[in-house]
C-alpha cells in the first residue's frame, strides 16, 4: 500500500480579491442579465428537473417524514436539504476556482460514507416501524428534521455527481463567473424546494393515513435499496484510492 499524497490541494487565495473579485452593482446585474445563454440555462433548468423529479434519497425522506410526521417537520427537512445543496454548489465553485482539488477516489470515499448513513437511517426506519415509540412515531430517518435533511442532503452520492460532475459544465451560462454561480445556485434552490413542496403537498392530500405506516416503510425500504446500491457503486473508487 503506498502513501496517499497530494490527494486534496488547498492554494493560498484572497476571500474578497479572487474568490468573489468585485461586489457588481444594480445596473451591472441588469446588463448582466442581458448577456445570459438562454439555450445553456434552458438546459440547466430541464437537468435539474430531471434531477430533482426522479426519486432518490431526499425525495424518499422528505416524502416519508411527510407521510409520518406531518408539513412543519418535513419542510424543516427540506430547508436541511437546501442548505446541504449550497454546501455542494460551495465546493464545486472552490473546484472550479482552483482553491481545491479533489482526487476521484476521495469522492468515492464521500459517496461510500454517505450510502452508509443513508442505509443506516432507513434501517433504523424500518425497525422502529415495527416497534414504535410511546408516541406512536416511528424514530430514525423518518423522524426528518433540519439536520437529517442536511446530513442526508450533503452526503447524497446523486447530489454530489451532479455538482462535482455536471455543475461546471453550466458555468458558460453567463460571461461573468459570479454571475454565473449566483444564477444557477438560486434556480436550483428555487427548483429543489419547489418539487420538494410539491411531493409534500401530494403525499399529505392524497395519502389516506391509514397507510401513512406502509408508505413511510415503503420509502425507507427505498432507501436502504439506494444505499444499498450506492455503496457497491462507490467501493470500487475506495478501493483503487487505498491501493493505488
Do not use: C
Request: aromatic letters at 12%; charged letters at 10%.
Amino acid at each position: 500500500m503506498s502513501l496517499i499524497h497530494n490527494e486534496i490541494q488547498f492554494n493560498s487565495f484572497s476571500l474578497t480579491a479572487d474568490f468573489f473579485p468585485t461586489l457588481p452593482t444594480v445596473s451591472d446585474v441588469e446588463g448582466m442579465m442581458h448577456t445570459l445563454n438562454v439555450a445553456l440555462l434552458s438546459a440547466y433548468m430541464l437537468a435539474i428537473l430531471a434531477l430533482l423529479v426522479t426519486p432518490g434519497p431526499v425525495v424518499m425522506l422528505v416524502t416519508g417524514t411527510a407521510a409520518m410526521s406531518g408539513y412543519s417537520r418535513a419542510f424543516l427537512t427540506t430547508l436541511g436539504t437546501n442548505l446541504a445543496s449550497l454546501v455542494l454548489i460551495a465546493v464545486a465553485v472552490m473546484m472550479l476556482s482552483g482553491v481545491v482539488t479533489l482526487n476521484a477516489g476521495y469522492l468515492s470515499a464521500l459517496g461510500l460514507a454517505g450510502s452508509m448513513f443513508i442505509g443506516w437511517g432507513a434501517a433504523q426506519t424500518l425497525w422502529h416501524i415495527r416497534q414504535p415509540t410511546e408516541r406512536g412515531q416511528p424514530e430514525g430517518a423518518m423522524a426528518g428534521g433540519f439536520r437529517r435533511g442536511f446530513v442526508t442532503g450533503v452526503a447524497n452520492p446523486k447530489d454530489i455527481l451532479f455538482f462535482v460532475s455536471f455543475f461546471p459544465q453550466f458555468i458558460a451560462v453567463s460571461p461573468d463567473f459570479t454571475t454565473s454561480i449566483v444564477t444557477l445556485s438560486l434556480i436550483w434552490i428555487l427548483f429543489d424546494f419547489v418539487v420538494l413542496t410539491s411531493y409534500i403537498v401530494v403525499v399529505k392530500r392524497f395519502l389516506p393515513v391509514t397507510h401513512s405506516r406502509r408508505f413511510t416503510a415503503g420509502s425507507a425500504l427505498v432507501l436502504l435499496l439506494i444505499a444499498a446500491a450506492g455503496i457497491v457503486w462507490n467501493f470500487a473508487g475506495v478501493k483503487a484510492l487505498i491501493f493505488e
